[in-house]
Structures are given as structure tokens and as C-alpha cells.
């Protein structure tokens, strides 16, 4: 088969959710299915409970599993699926961040009786930076939740999307009675338990055909009455805002049910969309070009204790990756054979022979890899749009044993190429700060430092409220910024420079007194810089 045809049939996308909104339920069905699993429940969710945030053992075992199933491949209607896992506790948000930078499009499961959840908000920000296409499933119909109208209203306003609604709910919790399908006019009848598709699905001609009135008795006008709202209130659906991140479709279910999965899992497969172009520093790459190009977004480390082996996870972004061919690694520089690269489904682990744009492929590494980096058949270019984020918890890193220095460096530039955590020196008296997103990653970075690394270090808490990127257009003004504000200003491991704020009120302030410095929020700003000029504020 050409090239071409395998780049057509790939569908590459996460499923992100706060936790407990059912993502890996979700997960699970689909994957049922694509007969990629053939019992419930073997999908073990990823989330690490809250009780064992100090446990590190504990995480590790649960970050073990949520590796061995990081991509999913499946088969479905025709469709190369791949799903990626993203790690449901937000510690860890700097990790489906960047898996979401390496999908072609997500699925977002809300709870319909939570609503909008804070985590998800920030999600939902970074897909709409990306112009990600997005579909909305709204779970667990079958509790007493909010007013589907009253739902949409709140996608509409927490999450900054249209919504245009595809399926809609006959009633939930207790009497919930199954979902009208907007798009294809058919009906869904629940029934509780349900473990393989939806059991009844009726085609409806039109909302006076008598086959509402059959099925849903006393339910049957107030569907009527919704549809009829829902056709005034709401454009048609145009599958072009969708793919163009303006609009989002939204589905009703019940994942733990099965109840509206198929239907979710139909459209999604007619709608996603192919993988698309992605910017290097140099220029756009295609992905139906000849030469493979690919981009490292995920590494994963400990994947066997004993050996100190990570995984580098390489999305491919253009033409085809071949097992045993040299590839250009070009931030090193360097021509690199992979012997066994993997592709990863449940606990199993298959050695890939060839892989298309779209697919993800686990390559063995022995450090040679940041989050970022390029492969490439010849071409220097690096791809963008891998972004670190401006983290929120800081912490003084302190040695406390001066004959293991050089380990500790080690230990952690290696452990910040994989992004646990980002390092920021500062200019006065070259502290070391370390940031995160979350207070997990701090736990995780003094085990592995001390079982990896040998290395003794302590973290002392700093009062920090951002760090954020600077840049200028005139380097004479950032000369004399950075003299300013000497004791705020340090730099990334890249050599970036970065001003520490201590409160949002100095952020803010600094902000209005030096609007010849633009303070940016993500580490993204360099492409971004070259698309716009104006204002000194950017996400
Ligand atoms: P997550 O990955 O987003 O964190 O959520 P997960 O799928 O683990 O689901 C969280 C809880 O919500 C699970 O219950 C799951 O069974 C339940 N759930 C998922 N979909 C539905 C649904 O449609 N309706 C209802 N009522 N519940 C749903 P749990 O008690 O935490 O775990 P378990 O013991 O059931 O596995």
C-alpha cells in the first residue's frame, strides 16, 4: 500500500478528562470495540490517588502501567486508531501537555453532575492555543446530573468553545432513556448493563415519526420540545469549524453503560481528522513528504530498574520510519540505527518493523534523547511547538553531599531533558531552581536522583509565583531590565532568560512599568515571536 493511503486511514488522538470523569472507562470501550481488548477491565487506570501522593514506589508502580499502555493501536471501520494515554493527576499536566502535542485531535469526557472541572479548563487551553479539533462527551447519564441545556451553556463559557450538540439525552439518572442521535436521526433505547453496543438503535425519519411516541412514552414531547430548541439555538453542525477548532461537537452517554460510546466512536472515526502538517524552525513539514521526519514528545525512564534504559516516544511526522535505517538525530548531529524500536498495547510489547505519520514508536535510549529532538533522513530541522509551561511550585535545589556534584548535574539535566521538571539558575549567586507543576514531581525527582544518580539533594521550599520567559526586541533595553531586577532574573538550561516573579501583584506591575520586555508564559514564544509583535504579554 502507498504511503499515502496508510497516512488516510490514521486517526491519532487522546481522550483527556479530569479524573474520575471516566477516561479510562472510556478507553476501555473503545478499545472493546476495536477488539484490541476482548474483556472489560483490562485496561487498568492510570490515576494516582491522592493517598499515595508521598509514596513514590506506589507512583512509579502506577506510572509502570500507564507506560505499558501509553499508545493504543486499534483497528476500527477500516481506521488505523491510535489513541495515547495521558496521565489523569494534575502533577502530572506538563505530561498530556505534551502528548497532546503529538495527537491530531481529543476527545474530552466531562461528568455530567460535575460539570467543568478546574483541570479541565487548562486543558482545554491548550488545545485551543493548538487549534486542536475537539469532540465533547458528556458521561454518566445515567446519574442525576445537570440540565444538558445548562451543560452546554457552561462548555460554552468555562471552556471559551462553541458547542454544537450531535446527540442528545432523554432524560438521566434513574429514567434515563436512552440518546436521540442529532446527527444520523436515529435512537438509542438504554439499557442499564448494556456491555457490548447500545441494544436498540431505531432510525427516526423525522420528530413526528410514531417510532418516539412507541419507545418513549410520556418522555417522547420533552424530546421533541429539546430538538425543536436545539435546532433553533444551535447552527448546523459544519465539519470545517470542528476540524478548525472553532466548534465543538458534543456527545451524551454512559461510558461505564456502553451507552453512547458507538455513536461517539462512529463520528469520531467519519470526522477526525488525518494527521496534518506540523512547523519545524525551517518550515512546514507534509506529512505525505518521502522522508521520514519524527519528534521525541514523551520519555519515559525506569522502565526496567536494573537497566537505567528509557523509552524516547517519536511521533512520526512525515513518510516512513523503517526499523534498522540511519536516521539523522539532528540536534546532536548524529546517525542512529534503532535495532528494536516498539510499539506498546496492554502489557505487550511488539517490535515495530515500519511506522506512518500519525504512529508512535518507543525507541530504547541511552540518553541521547531530549523532549523535542528531531530524526530526520538528512534534513537539519527541529520541529516546534513542544512547549514547556511556566511552572507553579518552586524549590531551592540543595547538595548535600559536594563529592557527588557531578552526579547530581547529571541527574538532573537528564531528568529535566525528560521534562519532570524544569531548572532555572539564577544569575545572582547561581542558585539552582527547580520548578514543576505540581509537588509530586519533587518526590519523584529526589527518589531518582538518589537510586539513579547517587546523588544527595534537598529541597527547600521558595516563595515564588511564576517564572516567565523574556524576551526584547532591543537588547539594550533587556540589558538594563536585567541589571534592574538583577536578583529576578535567571536562565532555562537552553540559556533563555527568565524573570522570577514573587506574586502576581510585582508580575503584573512589571508587566505595565517595562512594556519594552514581553513576558511569556509558555517556552513556545520563539516561534510565536516570529507570528506577532504586538503587546508584551503572551501565552
Ligand atoms: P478517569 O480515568 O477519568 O479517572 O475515570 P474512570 O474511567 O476511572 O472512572 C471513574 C469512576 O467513574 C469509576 O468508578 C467508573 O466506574 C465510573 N464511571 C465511568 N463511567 C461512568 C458512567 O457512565 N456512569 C457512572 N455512574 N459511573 C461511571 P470507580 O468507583 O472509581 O471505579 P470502579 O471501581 O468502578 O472501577
Redesign the pocket.
Known amino acids: 500500500m502507498d504511503y499515502r493511503d496508510e497516512i488516510q486511514k490514521r486517526r491519532t488522538f487522546a481522550i483527556i ?11 476501555e470501550k473503545f478499545l472493546l470495540f476495536g477488539g484490541a481488548i476482548q474483556v472489560a477491565g483490562a485496561v487498568k ?3 494516582i490517588r491522592k493517598s499515595t501522593s508521598s509514596d513514590f514506589m506506589d507512583i512509579e508502580r502506577q506510572r509502570g502501567i500507564s507506560v505499558a499502555t501509553s499508545v493504543m493501536g486499534f483497528d476500527y471501520s477500516g481506521l488505523k486508531i491510535n489513541l495515547l494515554d495521558t496521565p ?1 493527576h494534575k502533577d502530572f499536566a506538563e505530561d498530556t501537555y505534551r502528548t497532546l502535542t503529538a495527537v491530531d485531535s481529543v476527545i474530552l ?1 466531562v461528568d455530567c453532575v460535575k460539570g467543568v472541572e478546574e483541570q479541565t479548563e487548562r486543558l482545554m487551553e491548550v488545545c485551543r492555543m493548538r487549534k486542536m479539533p475537539v469532540i465533547i462527551f458528556v ?5 442525576e446530573g445537570k440540565d444538558p441545556f445548562a451543560l452546554l451553556d457552561e462548555l460554552e463559557a468555562t471552556l471559551s468553545i462553541r458547542v454544537r450538540p450531535l446527540s442528545w439525552p432523554i432524560s438521566m439518572g434513574t429514567s434515563f432513556q436512552g440518546v436521540y442521535n442529532l446527527y444520523n436521526k436515529s435512537l438509542a433505547l438504554f439499557r442499564p448493563g448494556g456491555t457490548t453496543v447500545a441494544d436498540e438503535v431505531l432510525a427516526v425519519k423525522n420528530l413526528d415519526d410514531p417510532v418516539l411516541d412507541r419507545n418513549l412514552d410520556n418522555y417522547a414531547a420533552q424530546l421533541k420540545e429539546d430538538v425543536a430548541l436545539i435546532e433553533g439555538a444551535y447552527e448546523p453542525f459544519a465539519v470545517k469549524d470542528y476540524l478548525d477548532g472553532a466548534l465543538a461537537p458534543v456527545f451524551f ?5 456502553n ?1 453512547g460510546v458507538k455513536e461517539l466512536l462512529d463520528t469520531f472515526t467519519e470526522i477526525a481528522p488525518i494527521p496534518g502538517s506540523r512547523p519545524t524552525d525551517q518550515r512546514m513539514v507534509d506529512p505525505a513528504e518521502k522522508n521520514f521526519t519524527g519528534v521525541v514528545f514523551k520519555i519515559h525512564a525506569n522502565l526496567d530498574p536494573r537497566h537505567r534504559d528509557r523509552i524516547a516516544f517519536v511521533r512520526v511526522c512525515s513518510g516512513k520510519f523503517e526499523r534498522n535505517k540511519m536516521f539523522l538525530h539532528t540536534r546532536m548531529n548524529k546517525n542512529i540505527r534503532f535495532t528494536s524500536p516498539a510499539s506498546f498495547m496492554g502489557a505487550r510489547k511488539s517490535i515495530v518493523d515500519e511506522a506512518f505519520p500519525g504512529d508512535v514508536v518507543g525507541l530504547y535510549d541511552t540518553g541521547h534523547f531530549k523532549i523535542g529532538d528531531t530524526l530526520t533522513e538528512g534534513e537539519k530541522i527541529m520541529f516546534q511547538g513542544i512547549p514547556s509551561f511556566s511552572p507553579e511550585v518552586f524549590k531551592v535545589l540543595v547538595n548535600l553531599d559536594p563529592s557527588k556534584s557531578k552526579q547530581l548535574s547529571k541527574g538532573i539535566a537528564q531528568l529535566t531533558d525528560e521534562g519532570v521538571a524544569q531548572l532555572f539558575t539564577q544569575q545572582q549567586g547561581n542558585r539552582k531552581i527547580v520548578g514543576t507543576v505540581g509537588l509530586l514531581q519533587f518526590d519523584v525527582l529526589q527518589y531518582r536522583l538518589e537510586h539513579e544518580y547517587n546523588a544527595a539533594c534537598r529541597f527547600e521550599p521558595l516563595a515564588l509565583f511564576k517564572a516567565c520567559w523574556i524576551t526584547a526586541d532591543d537588547e539594550g533595553a533587556m540589558e538594563k531590565f536585567c541589571q534592574f531586577k538583577a536578583d529576578r532574573i535567571a536562565v532555562d538550561k537552553d540559556g533563555n532568560l527568565v524573570f522570577l516573579a514573587e506574586s502576581e501583584w510585582t508580575l503584573r506591575n512589571m508587566i505595565e512599568a517595562a512594556p519594552e520586555i514581553t513576558f511569556h508564559f509558555t517556552s513556545e514564544f520563539k516561534r510565536k515571536m516570529q507570528n506577532s509583535k504586538a503587546g508584551n504579554v503572551r501565552s
Not at 478528562?17 to 478507553?27: E, N, Q, R
Not at 452517554?253 to 453503560?257: E, H, K, Q, T
Open positions: 478528562s479530569h479524573p474520575d470523569a471516566g477516561k479510562t472507562t472510556l478507553t487506570s492510570n490515576k489523569g469526557v458521561n454518566k447519564l445515567d446519574r452517554g454512559s461510558a461505564v453503560n451507552f
